[in-house]
């Protein structure tokens, strides 16, 4: 039998209960497999999916937020999304919480730390996540209180 860490049993059981909660004949006639796709947790993409499935599937509203610029009839148009703007805006239980996903080497810019202190001087929550355990760390720190 394959053990898994604590934080992938507990992103499991998470989208079981969304499940059953939103789709209860799918529990109940025995069609359940679980998520169809786990996250590459080790990639920033991955980890960005797995933190914003997780708190939608518990009762929090999540988004990815885009700040790259984009091409447009071979022209580059800057985003205007303001710089340091966090990989996730979300609320949960009623909190503004934002999460920077860092992976690797990767490091805040100068421009996150200023917006982390901006969200945090107006009662938010700005955050930098590297791994599962530690949204887990933040999440739960979120939810205790």
């Known amino acids: 039998m394959k053990h898994y860490p604590e934080w992938r049993i507990r992103y499991n059981t998470a989208h079981y209960q969304h499940t059953l909660k939103h789709t209860p004949s799918v529990v109940k006639d025995g069609f359940y497999t679980g998520p169809a796709n786990f996250p590459k947790v080790e990639t920033a993409n991955g980890l960005t999916q797995f ?13 990815r937020v885009s700040s790259a610029g984009r091409y447009l009839q071979g022209r580059y148009i800057p985003s205007t999304t303001r710089k340091g703007t966090a990989d996730i805006m979300a609320t949960i239980q009623g909190k503004s919480v934002k999460i920077e996903i860092k992976v690797g080497k990767d490091r805040p810019s100068k421009e996150q730390l200023a917006e ?15 791994t599962p355990e530690e949204f887990f760390i933040i999440f739960d720190q979120i939810t205790s209180h």
């Open 51 to 63: 933190c914003i499935n997780y708190i939608n599937w518990t009762g929090g509203n999540a988004t």
């Open 116 to 130: 982390q202190a901006r969200e945090r001087q107006a009662g938010g929550i700005y955050e930098f996540v590297h």
